[in-house]
Each structure stands twice: as C-alpha cells, then as structure tokens.
C-alpha cells in the first residue's frame, strides 16, 4: 500500500515528535527528529515521512497531503491523543477507504480504549512496531500480524499475539537516507547542540529502571540491545558524506553509555572521522572513558541529574547519588565536557525543601544549560501506577499532562505540596540558575564567540523570556 508515516498537526512548537521523551511546548521552541516513524518508514518501499509540526502545516494542509495515500499510521502519545484521533476523523471521512492506525506508547500500553475512543483508527501497533508496520503495508491479513491490535470487520475489537523483540539490531535499515529524502533538517533544532544537527539511535532499551521514564517500560524494555559498531559508524559516514551541512550528531539511545567498551570502540571510529558528537549518559561515566569519548570529538553529554535530593533519587530508583554525580560533572568540567543537564520537579517524596536542595544542586555542579520538567505520570510506568494508587492527580482521577496550549502542567500533587505549587517552583528554578552573574557571563562570553551564536542565544533569550511570562500568567 501506498504508506504515510505522519506526524499530525497539534499545538504550535509543540515537540510531540516521535522521538521527544517529554510530549510538550519547551521553553525553546525544538523539535526532535521522528525516528520511531522513520525507522519502519525505512522499511516500505515508496513510503513517506510527514512532520507536520516541525515543517508548520496546518489541519488542512496534512489532511490533503495524506488524501493521496492508502494506509496513514500516526504517531501519537497521550497528551496528543485527542487531537490526533481527531485528525483520524477528519480523514476517514474525507477518505473512507483510507487505512489509518497508530503507534506510540500511548497505543502500545492502552490499545483497547484507544482503538474504542474513535471509529476512524482501524488497528494500533503495540510493542516495536517496526516489522508490524511492514507487514501491513505488505497487506498482511491482520489476523496474521503479531504485535497487533485492531477492529474487525464485524465491529469487535482483537488482539493479536505479542511480538517479540527485535534482536539483531543490525537488520534494521538506517534512518539518515529517509531523513533526508522525507524532512528539512533546518527545521529540527535544540538549543543545547549544534544547529543543523541529526539524531540517531545506536540501540533500544535501558538497564535503569527509573520510575518516570516513558520509554523502557513501554515499548523499549530493560535489556540494551544494540547496533554494531560497524553499523553505527557506517550510518555516521554516510550522514557526514551525504549531510555535509550537519555539525553535530546526538546519539539518543536512552543511555548511551550503558556499555562502557562498546562506547569507547565507537568513539575511537568517531574520532577518525572526524565528526562532533553528543549522547545521553547517566552520571556515573569513569574518568578514562570521558576522556577517550572527548579526545574523539564528543562535545556535549546529555545527563538526567533529576533531584538533588538522595532519598528521592531512591525513590525513582535512579540508582545514582548526588556524590557520584557530583565526581562525574567534575570530571566533565576538567575534560572541557559541556553538559546539558535535566531535572524534574513534583517526584514522589517531593517537599519545599527538597526543591530548594535541587536548584542549590544544580547552581552548584553548573551544567552548561538545564532543561526543568514536572513530574509527568505517563500511562505504563511505574510512577503513574503509584500516582493512581496513592490519588496524586485530580480528584477525578484524570491526568492532564499538558494545559490546552500544550505546556506542560504538574500532573500530581501532594498533601504537603500542592500541584499549583509544584508548577510555579519551576520558574523559581530557571531563574535561579540563569540569572546568576557568572552563568550570564558565561553566556555572553558563548555568544561572542560568533555572530551566529549571538544570533542564536538572542532568539532563544526572547522565547525564554516569553515561557517564564507566559508560565507565571
């Protein structure tokens, strides 16, 4: 079948791109790339990516584009998922014989009342759906396609065997030729890496088992199944070949550094190639490695400290301290390693005083930018198990993760500290951190190494100051 891969169209800036971990407007507008549509889009012949937030197209726009296709998957997740089921509605009826399904964590954890949320969604995808994409566009009978969900012809709704696990890593086709066949990389930009930039993944899964975190517990699992080196730094030569205007490759695998040996054999190919580079990493990276990672062109690690509090850190079951933390920024400061640093307010365990403790953290091991989210209770992680048990949310029960414009709001809330509360803390906690003298030095001091940076950080100041307005309103 003729395939769409699409991301529809929802709130303006909104990154709910199938590959941003956090479904929200940020404080800078940025996009991340949609590499959980590109990778099946990877895999059926003749098939196209659309990212409509990213590329500013509107209902109508898409829902033309996608009058020309068979089949339309959707990526989704739980704070767009109204809006994309009622893109879907629009479509079926202009198009009633068009295929339309979804996939995301969304889907894979709640497949039932998502396909009976709207007529118009024909199946979802649940687990990696990557195969199961293929097989559709295959015309598989859907009674044969693991790993699916979907509405038989007599109304009733059924679901499929589970599909296992990919394995072998290396069978799947790289996702950098669909980017530049599908997307405008002008159009994918964050603040904390070098612009124009490219993600890919080198593996699914994490060994950490962090409460909060979206994608392990729901479609990626535990277990660190990677690419070959081989594979990674073949894919890396062909973005630098054929992507010349790229200056920076991040790799998000959820915990790039999962695997010591492996990083550092990766990072010794880099270095040959002569590419920057960045990637997620857990605070507890040794020395040595740090520095056979710089000494290769890593330039930026993206590093989850989230609390600065020990007892919350157990809470999460982050399995870091603060101390270990602590010795690892100051191993990334002496390697000259920039670090983009993220922390989350409203935890379980989360008091005044804890919040006070994480924003003296963070002022104290100084990343060189900081991202401040709220405690987002997904659906299939532990943490929104724990929020519904112990009555978190709302008192009806029901879990906004994002406002009507899509900002993201503080989902739950504690007897001793109330969600309005835990949401006006986060602006406390940017302005802390940015307003003290030696980070704006630090600042102006980046911007004057060229005029493109000084370009760049006037724009970002302009949004930023617009979010923290717009956020205390």
């Not at 994409?133 to 693991?146: D, K, T, Y």
């Not at 159009?187 to 490219?198: K, R």
């Not at 112990?390 to 008192?395: A, F, I, K, V």
């Amino acid at each position: 079948m003729k395939t769409l891969f699409l991301q529809a169209p929802s709130y303006d800036g909104f990154d709910g791109g199938a590959g941003s971990r956090y479904q929200a407007k940020r404080e800078i507008r940025s996009f991340w790339y949609p590499t959980w549509l590109a990778q099946p889009a990877a895999m059926v012949p003749g098939s196209r990516v659309l990212d409509a937030p990213a590329d500013g197209l509107s209902v109508a726009d898409t829902l033309r584009i996608a009058d020309d296709y068979d089949l339309v998957i959707v990526h989704t997740s739980t704070p767009s998922f109204p809006s994309d089921a009622m893109f879907a509605q629009e479509l079926k009826k202009r198009r009633p014989a068009t295929l339309i399904g979804m996939v995301g964590a969304k889907v894979a954890v709640d497949p039932h009342s998502s396909l009976t949320a709207t007529g118009a969604i024909d199946f979802v995808c649940r687990e990696e759906f990557d195969y199961t994409c293929q097989e559709i566009a295959e015309g598989r009978p859907f009674s044969e396609i693991l790993g699916l969900s979907y509405r038989a012809q007599d109304g009733s709704i059924e679901h499929n065997a589970a599909r296992p696990m990919i394995e072998n890593m290396d069978e799947l086709p790289f996702v950098a030729p669909v980017y530049k066949r599908d997307l405008k990389i002008k159009n994918y930009f964050i603040g904390y890496l070098n612009y124009p930039y490219v993600s890919i993944y080198t593996g699914r899964g994490c060994k950490s088992r962090c409460t909060f975190c979206l994608w392990p517990q729901t479609v990626g699992g535990h277990r660190y199944r990677t690419r070959s080196v081989a594979s990674v730094l073949e894919e890396v030569t062909w973005i630098r070949d054929n992507l010349p205007e790229v200056k920076e490759i991040m790799f998000d695998d959820d915990t790039f550094t999962d695997d010591l040996p492996r990083v550092e054999e990766i990072a010794r190919g880099l270095g040959k190639l002569g590419v920057t580079w960045s990637c997620n990493a857990k605070a507890n990276v040794p020395y040595d490695t740090l520095k056979v990672m710089k000494d290769n062109g890593l330039r930026l690690l993206l590093v989850g400290y989230e609390s600065g509090d020990d007892q919350i850190l157990v809470n999460i079951k982050k399995g870091l301290r603060t101390d270990f933390a602590r010795r690892f920024n100051a191993d990334c400061h002496k390697l000259g390693i920039k670090i983009h640093g993220t922390f989350i307010l409203g935890l379980p365990g989360e008091t005044q005083d804890t919040i006070r403790k994480t924003i003296d953290y963070a002022k104290e091991i100084n990343p060189h930018t900081i991202q401040v989210s709220l405690a987002a209770p997904y659906p299939g992680t532990t943490l929104y198990r724990q929020a519904v048990e112990n009555g978190w949310p709302e008192e009806n029960k029901v879990i906004n993760l994002v406002s009507k414009e899509g900002v993201q709001l503080a989902a739950i809330g504690y007897p001793h500290l109330s969600r309005e509360d835990i949401y006006h803390q986060l602006e406390a906690f940017y302005r802390e951190f940015y307003f003290r003298p030696s980070k704006i030095w630090e600042i102006v001091r980046e911007m004057l190494t060229s005029w493109e940076m000084m370009q760049r950080r006037l724009r970002e100041g302009v949004e930023f100051f617009r979010f923290l307005r717009a956020h205390e309103a």
